[in-house]
């Protein structure tokens, strides 16, 4: 089960009477609002976001640069005029001073302008590339990664170091899935690799074989389904004998999917922002702490909402614990750069999104449990990758059919 | 009597910035009007007529996308809303010509179906739609100069829209034409017999529920100043019709009851209760139990209950219990 | 060529386990007139009960997938008994009380599973894969071809060949005479729910090799039913075993060849058959 807390349980600590206070203004409590989902079927991660700041709280004893921490948490179901009124209900009624969350890219979009006018950092999962892109919101920051920013170095891992040559790509009918793949698709071509094909599926298809079925010859398919659906994807894929390799980014691989995975996941190579492997001193905490808390190993989604928290306690602790002047507060946020982060260092760019490492992994099987294990790191990896930002915003954001194929 | 009450909860509607706490719960009202609009609409179908529509989130989208693209596209607010209600009705026409081939489970099927294809049309048409990314829009309109920008004044637009289609539907449940609607569901071949054409009696129930939903349509992609597919689902369509039944169908204030019901569990209730999707269907489950004809006409019921075994008591016909003290 | 072959033999193993989540859902429908929407959750309670039996009790496959269709059964019965029984008739609070027991099913499965999804592994004498022809297939998936066939043929047996068959015909034909005629008809909706109910449950659990478990899985399959029963025509049974072949053929071919279309492939051909023949396919026309 779901280790609980109450809107209130943060609010109802000791009064921090002993220690030194910047003003009395600061002696309120930080109230960080976090979006997320818990119902429906897109729980799995939304639940993964919430245990990994409650990680994270837990860790620094409710306390963040001096303030005690109440964390207000608000599930969204999973719609966009629900995210609506959710982020509604955290900044008008809860007063919130920061939002982390929500998770899918449509919720975010329904709700940026709100937050942007109402001026309330945002700092959110969701991969949605024009947020830091051609539609930036000065209020956003993403410590995570733009839906192609793991792509683009799995692509160049792919064509130069498996040297393969031509790929087929598989993905969810949806935003996600195009900007996965035309960031996978465009450096992969620039480094001399071929695209054949792109398949996109429906979300919420049962059965994929009709589309496994057009994949074809090629050296290597890329996929990139999120949620639970890698899980049905590389079984339903093994089903009928495809001997390809598969390669995927951090929703297809996720650590937290690891557990449900048959051995048909064995040896996919995949790429993601952090690892669960990476022996720095914030992760093995982390990854310690959550074992213990939650009996289970924590993800993408986990590690993102405490490597979060580490970013809002580091912009509070810039501004003294003063949130009460937002544009002060999310110039600190913007400019935050920490060390020691379950995912490594990271820093931000002029757009709000994350510079940090990359990491190639693949699914081994050890002790009988299956693991991801990292076998390359690309570090301070940017959105643009290794492209000149001003062509890369030039280009039109990655679509269904942008990039097109080569003939 | 009645008319006290109207008033009295008109002047309660009215006054709802003032006594509900805050812009948050102002919000929240306003999305339950925007809900009760579609209900009410839906109800002239599912109450009135006895035809179970599955599909018309895909109606609802329509407007809301229509109004989203032509705002894209640089025309004024009167345009897109007038091409908003005519697309949805010239949608509607087309989901009663197919559907009303049949009742029953066969209609509710047809509408099921052109729904999902609606909603697959919203996903799928990129260059339109932008797919599941959806549409924003930064602008509502000021009518007479009055911005709708700020939470208490759309609040008021949406209230007065609201009472104009209870007044609309009101008055078309107690038309002629809505005592042969009725008549189309009780009797239909009776109704045949007696000279009624019942095929466009349905098809004219069918393109007002259509109206009601482009209304509230349009609402919501101005409230939300947002439209992607979600609002398109099965889920959404299958959402609007528990309003309907659970508060009561066929009756003018069981669709505002079950849309006060639902957007109170999903937007206010859910910040206490973890597990509130499972409270929602299990209060569903409870209103078949305890009242299966709807929460208002099975409170009336109740009340009417209560009221008689009150009157029987002051009378002085005395309990078992009582006469053993 | 080959794609040929394969779609082919997939749509057939499709069809044959939309049969088994569909065959129930019209029985219930044909007798009962009860469109329950609470049966892509039997589907998902069966995989998710079949799934852990095997986890938490090593029980094998077959049997757990009986143990669960005996459970999910169970449950439909209660909910027949306690809660269907008293609104014959009623359809709107049909469709009310079957989505908010799928509500709270939905979300019960959510807190005792969480969100991750489960994968099942085939009986390990069905593991790996035949070659038909030129082409490799998984073995599994042929055996439920069988499978639905046998339980077709069982049902079909049931029906046309069994007493309580007969008092089933004649209370889908018409249950006040079959009422008259001393036909205790509310057992047999129990016991008709029950079976309907089983079914999906059994099929949720053959089904979760091939779709794995994960929360959604009972919205993902509730439509596909519908599909099948309504081109199928409700009530009968050969109308959902042709339908569910229909709908394993127009997915997989339609998907395959128009993936432009794939959004459209089920509803726009089930919009087009419906206007054209309203009781179905192979349904017979309402009275």
Partial sequence: MITKFGRRAFLAGVAASTLPLPAIAQAAPVRIGLLTIKTGSLAEGGIQMEQGITTFIKEKNNKLAGRQVDLVVADTGGSPAGAKTKAQELIERDHVDVILGPLAAFELLAISDYVAQQKTPMLSLAAAEDMTQRKPNPYFIRASATSAQAMQPLADYAAKELKYKTAVLIAEDFAFGYEQMGGFQRVFEDAGGKVLKKIWVPLGTADNTPFIAQIGQCDVVCQGYSGSAPVKFMKQYTDLGMKTPVIGGETAGDDALLKSFGDEAIGMINSCPYTMDLANNANKRFVAEFTKDYGNIPGFYAAGLYVNGQVVEAGLQKTGGNTDNKEAFIAALRGVSLTDTPRGPIRFDDHGNVIGNIYIRKIEKQNGKLVNHTVKTYENVSQFWTYDEKWFLAQPVYSRDYPPLKS | ?325 | MNLWLLLTVNSITLGGLLFLLSAGFSLIFGLMRIPNLTHGSFFMLGAYFGASLGMWFGVEFWLAAIIAAVLVAALGGVMERFVLRRLAGQEQAQVLVTLGISFMIADLCLMEWSGDPITVEAPPALEGATHVGALIFPTYRLAIILLALAIAVALWALIDGTTLGAKIRAGVDDPQMARICGIRVSRLFTIVFCLGAGLAGFAGMIGSPILSIYPGLDTDMLPLALVVVILGGTGSLIGSLLGSFVVGFLYNFGQALLPELAYFVLFLPMVIILVWRPQGLFGRRAP
């Avoid at chain 2, 009167?78 to 209609?107: D, M, N, P, W």
């Avoid at chain 2, 009797?187 to 069918?206: N, S, T």
Wanted: glycine residues 12%; hydrophobic residues 55%; contains cysteine.
């Fill in chain 2, 1 to 325: 009597m009645k008319r006290i009450a109207i008033g009295i909860a008109i002047l309660l509607l009215a006054a709802v910035p003032l006594w509900v706490g805050g812009s948050f719960y102002v919000n929240i009202v306003s999305q339950v009007l925007i809900a009760a609009i579609f209900a009410l609409g839906l109800d002239i179908l599912v109450g009135y007529g006895g035809l179970i529509s599955l599909g018309h989130a895909g109606l609802f989208g329509v407007a809301a996308y229509t109004v989203a693209v032509m705002l894209g596209a640089g025309f004024g607010h009167v345009a897109a809303i007038v091409a908003a209600i005519a697309l949805t009705l010239a949608a509607t026409a087309v989901f009663g010509v197919l559907a009303l081939r049949t009742t029953g489970i066969g209609f509710i099927m047809i509408t099921l179906a052109l729904g999902q294809l609606l909603w697959g049309l919203a996903y799928r048409w990129i260059d339109l739609t932008h797919g599941d990314n959806g549409l924003s829009g930064n602008s509502r309109p000021a009518p007479f100069g009055i911005s709708l920008d700020p939470t208490n004044h759309f609040y008021y637009a949406t209230l007065i829209v609201f009472l104009l289609v209870i007044a609309a539907v009101a008055l078309l449940t107690g038309s002629p034409f809505g005592a042969s609607l009725r008549g189309t569901r009780d009797q239909p071949r009776r109704m045949a017999a007696l000279g009624f054409d019942v095929w466009k009696i349905r098809f004219l129930a069918c393109l007002f529920s259509g109206f009601c939903s482009g209304i509230a349509g349009i609402l919501f992609f101005y409230y939300n100043e947002f439209i992607s597919p979600h609002a398109l689902a099965l889920s959404a369509s299958a959402e609007v019709l528990l309003m309907v039944i659970a508060g009561g169908s066929a009756t003018l204030l069981g669709p505002i009851a079950g849309a006060t019901l639902v957007v109170v569990m999903k937007s206010v209730m859910s910040a206490y209760i973890e597990r509130w999707n499972f409270t929602l269907g299990a209060i569903f489950v409870l209103i078949v139990l305890f009242m299966p004809e709807g929460l208002v006409p099975g409170s009336r019921r109740l009340s009417r209950w209560l009221w008689a075994t009150l009157k029987a008591l002051r009378g002085g016909t005395a309990t078992p219990a009582e006469s053993q003290r």
